[in-house]
């Protein structure tokens, strides 16, 4: 969590730069399957959006948080030192950036609270990054045609619901009550699954839903911060996240999409679909008029342009390349191996929000909190054990 702090007092900085983080390589296929568009913005985890195209069955996408639903991982390789090493440096940049990205957002909400176009610019912000390693071969560019991207429109579309959602809801409450919210997810796919596709689960995944209902409704009884936009937003996220997985699970599977559709481009892909859904929305909701009036509301405060300017460039960086790293440490984990890092990085989150913020907490609350998120991993085993 120090480290975290550190690597966001970096990323804030005016004498600092954050890197670039290396490119993905994987073969070329023609074949997506449904873990290609799974995954969520922030948390989501997230957005662990991907998969190896032409998945055979039996086989299991590395990329995917939601592989154990579906699909065996492979035999991990043999444990070694170097794999280790590799491991704890991807899992401490994974969490430090996405606790860095939850944090600078919150400064930016507080600053110029414009959640729409907050959302909508960091969407926008992976544009200019992956069309230079797309223009400078560093990155096979994906080769999709118009039926493909209409395929692939509604998946983006609740990608930028996942986030725009999100982000609303940081802006609106604290970001720990917000990370409680998303960890709802789990609830709301079984209820579409059942709803709308008749796929009912095991008896003890469904008991595994009981934490997470209960430690929600706690922990909103006892948030001292509590706003009810902040809820529904929050809560929106979590739903339009569940139903992007459920989109590629039941309804892509299989479908013939593209070349070079690599996990770290199908989000590029994704990021960009999602970015024109929501900026007529985020033009209509927020023009330019009420922009200037926020910015120079803002300048009013204290805030100047040039740090102002700084933390948008940081939020939308730093949201990119959080997706990114966590596509190379999910690469290497299986199925169990994700659900309890994945678990891990929300406490992460949670705990380094309420430091930084000095979000006050009621000890309901925090055990609300610690229930949700314990849930939340719960169902996910019991997933995998009876899947």
Same mark, same amino acid.
């Given at each position: 969590?120090?480290?975290?702090?550190?690597?966001?007092?970096?990323?804030?900085?005016? /004498?600092?730069?954050?890197?670039?983080?290396?490119?993905?390589?994987?073969? $070329?296929? /023609?074949?997506?399957?449904?873990?290609?568009?799974?995954?969520?913005?922030?948390?989501?985890?997230?957005?662990?959006?991907?998969?190896?195209?032409?998945?055979?069955?039996?086989?299991?996408?590395?990329?995917?948080?939601?592989?154990?639903?579906?699909?065996?991982?492979?035999?991990?390789?043999?444990?070694?030192?170097?794999?280790?090493?590799? $491991?704890?440096?991807?899992?401490?940049?994974?969490?430090?950036?996405?606790?860095?990205?939850?944090?600078?957002?919150?400064?930016?909400?507080?600053?110029?609270?414009?959640?729409?176009?907050?959302?909508?610019?960091?969407?926008?912000?992976?544009?200019?990054?992956?069309?230079?390693?797309?223009? !400078?071969?560093?990155?096979?560019?994906?080769?999709?045609?118009?039926?493909?991207?209409?395929?692939?429109?509604?998946? #983006?579309?609740?990608? +930028?619901?996942?986030?725009?959602? #999100?982000?609303?809801?940081?802006?609106?409450?604290?970001?720990?009550?917000?990370?409680?919210?998303?960890?709802?997810?789990?609830?709301?796919?079984?209820?579409?699954?059942?709803?709308?596709?008749?796929?009912?689960?095991?008896?003890?995944?469904?008991?595994?839903?009981?934490?997470?209902?209960?430690?929600?409704?706690?922990?909103?009884?006892?948030?001292?911060?509590?706003?009810?936009?902040?809820?529904?937003? &929050?809560?929106?996220?979590?739903?339009?996240?569940?139903?992007?997985?459920?989109?590629?699970?039941?309804?892509?599977? #299989?479908?013939?999409?593209?070349?070079? $559709?690599?996990?770290?481009?199908?989000?590029?892909?994704?990021?960009?679909?999602?970015?024109?859904?929501?900026?007529?929305?985020?033009?209509?909701?927020?023009?330019?008029?009420?922009?200037?009036?926020?910015?120079?509301?803002?300048?009013? +405060?204290?805030?100047?342009?040039?740090?102002?300017?700084?933390?948008?460039?940081?939020? &939308?960086?730093?949201?990119?390349?959080?997706?990114?790293?966590?596509?190379?440490?999910?690469?290497?984990?299986?199925?169990?191996?994700?659900?309890?890092?994945?678990?891990?990085?929300?406490?992460?989150?949670?705990?380094?929000?309420?430091?930084?913020?000095?979000?006050?907490?009621?000890?309901?609350?925090?055990? &609300?909190?610690?229930? !949700?998120? +314990?849930?939340? $991993?719960?169902? /996910?085993?019991?997933?995998?054990?009876?899947?």
């Amino acid at each position: 969590m120090a480290a975290a702090s550190v690597l966001f007092s970096a990323a804030y900085a005016p /004498a600092h730069r954050i890197g670039a983080v290396p490119a993905l390589r994987r073969p $070329l296929a /023609a074949r997506v399957p449904p873990a290609l568009l799974d995954g969520s913005a922030e948390d989501g985890a997230a957005f662990s959006a991907a998969a190896q195209l032409g998945r055979e069955p039996g086989t299991c996408d590395p990329y995917d948080p939601k592989s154990a639903e579906y699909c065996s991982p492979p035999e991990p390789a043999p444990s070694s030192l170097k794999r280790t090493i590799r $491991l704890g440096v991807l899992f401490f940049l994974w969490y430090s950036l996405n606790t860095a990205y939850n944090i600078g957002n919150k400064l930016v909400l507080t600053a110029f609270p414009m959640p729409w176009t907050a959302a909508t610019w960091e969407l926008f912000f992976g544009f200019p990054y992956v069309f230079l390693l797309w223009s !400078t071969g560093l990155r096979k560019t994906p080769k999709i045609s118009l039926e493909s991207i209409k395929l692939l429109a509604p998946s #983006g579309i609740l990608l +930028a619901g996942t986030h725009v959602g #999100g982000v609303i809801s940081f802006g609106l409450g604290a970001i720990s009550f917000t990370h409680v919210l998303k960890a709802t997810e789990p609830v709301w796919s079984a209820l579409i699954s059942a709803l709308f596709f008749r796929d009912f689960l095991p008896l003890p995944v469904y008991a595994s839903l009981v934490p997470i209902i209960a430690g929600v409704s706690l922990a909103s009884l006892k948030e001292l911060t509590f706003s009810w936009m902040s809820f529904i937003a &929050g809560t929106g996220s979590a739903v339009t996240s569940a139903a992007k997985a459920i989109l590629s699970k039941k309804v892509l599977d #299989g479908k013939s999409l593209g070349e070079n $559709l690599t996990p770290a481009n199908m989000f590029a892909v994704l990021s960009i679909l999602g970015f024109c859904a929501i900026l007529p929305v985020s033009l209509a909701l927020e023009g330019p008029a009420k922009a200037s009036a926020a910015w120079s509301a803002a300048l009013a +405060a204290g805030y100047t342009t040039p740090y102002l300017l700084k933390l948008l460039a940081c939020s &939308g960086f730093l949201y990119y390349i959080y997706n990114e790293v966590a596509f190379l440490a999910l690469a290497e984990v299986a199925p169990v191996t994700h659900a309890v890092t994945n678990t891990v990085k929300r406490v992460v989150i949670i705990l380094a929000s309420i430091l930084v913020f000095k979000t006050t907490i009621t000890p309901l609350g925090a055990a &609300g909190s610690a229930i !949700t998120v +314990a849930g939340a $991993l719960l169902y /996910a085993l019991a997933k995998n054990k009876y899947k």
